[in-house]
């Protein structure tokens, strides 16, 4: 038998890092996917190539996590790796989905995350959430109105709900360097746990996101954009921000409400909300970066079986 599942890449609008601290954040799927073939092997294979723990830590793990026995993995993916658009998660998602097609949106996400706490060591809920879900999910200390799950681990509780954001027009900004996020969430927790800076510039971005929040249920682009833009400064306090991403939003400013990072950092992407999505990508271009013009709240978690 064979089946099979998609899962969307995402965008951390708001939040990132933070959230690592039970802070809020908010992220909105892609339109960018990742698809999973599973099929019965007699050893574990990805792509036609053996599957191992080292170089493919997500799907080595998905299998683990779900019990599954030997598997042909076949994926297929348009979200570029390392960009800070949730590929990982993206594949978590898809490889659990496709394994496991009687679990509910809760139970996939739930085991993602705890795939992704293997594969990375410190992570929050917020990727793998999204790319299940899709559309765009607030994450928040307390529960509210479009619960979708909570999720806990050690003495951090994040409350995942759905949310609506307005249409923006965002153009991300891919450095062309990837970054593993595992050192970067690392870091922070060092800095977090030494410095009473780092504590509170962490506790900003959580109000920084709320803000944003009721920004977004107004449409107040301007006020998204500001928003965006001392979100970025904080994560530079945090040390995850870096010379390309200084260079990339110094580049698509002059056309932008606001500019950030998004995702892990330390290279990566940077996201711009713009109404002049044309000019950001030229002048993205012409710094010699990558852009894409994206289109969010795209689909969650999409199961595809085939004969059983
Ligand atoms: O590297 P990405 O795009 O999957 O983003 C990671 C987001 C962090 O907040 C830095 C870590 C996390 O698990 O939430």
Redesign the pocket.
């Known amino acids: 038998m064979y089946s099979k599942a998609s899962a969307p890449g995402?965008v951390?609008l708001f939040?990132?890092?933070?959230?690592?601290f039970g802070e809020p954040?908010i992220a909105a799927a892609l339109n960018l996917r990742t698809a999973v073939l599973a099929e019965n092997s007699a050893s574990k294979m990805l792509n036609g190539i053996p599957l191992h723990r080292e170089s493919n830590p997500y799907p080595y793990f998905a299998l683990e996590l779900t019990g599954s026995g030997p598997m042909n993995l076949t994926v297929n993916s348009d979200i570029p790796p390392g960009?800070?658009?949730?590929?990982?998660?993206a594949l978590t998602v898809a490889t659990v989905g496709t394994l496991r097609p009687e679990y509910g949106p809760e139970r996939v996400a739930t085991m993602a995350f705890e795939v992704?706490l293997i594969a990375?060591g410190?992570?929050?809920?917020?990727?793998t959430s999204t790319a299940t879900h899709g559309g765009a999910v607030f994450v928040d200390r307390k529960e509210g109105a479009s619960l979708l799950w909570t999720i806990r681990k050690g003495n951090v509780t994040w409350h995942i709900h759905h949310t609506e954001v307005p249409p923006l027009n965002l153009v991300i900004g891919f450095t062309g360097k990837g970054?593993a996020?595992g050192p970067?969430?690392e870091n922070?927790r060092r800095l977090h746990s030494k410095f009473e800076t780092a504590r509170e510039a962490v506790a900003e971005i959580g109000a920084v996101t709320i803000e944003a929040r009721k920004r977004m249920r107004e449409g107040d682009v301007v006020g998204i954009g500001e928003l965006m833009d001392r979100n970025q400064r904080l994560l530079s306090m945090l040390g995850?921000s870096s010379d390309e991403i200084a260079k990339l939003i110094d580049a698509v400013r002059p056309y932008s409400y606001g500019a950030k990072l998004?995702?892990?950092?330390g290279g990566?992407s940077v996201i711009s909300l713009t109404d002049k999505p044309e000019k950001v990508a030229e002048a993205i271009r012409k710094k010699g970066f990558i852009p894409y013009k994206c289109t969010i709240g795209g689909e969650g978690l999409r199961l595809d079986n085939g004969p059983g």
């Open positions: 995402k951390i939040g990132e890092h933070a959230v690592v954040a960009a800070g658009l949730g590929s990982s998660a992704e990375q410190r992570a929050s809920p917020i990727d970054a996020t970067l969430v922070v995850v998004t995702g892990a950092g990566g």
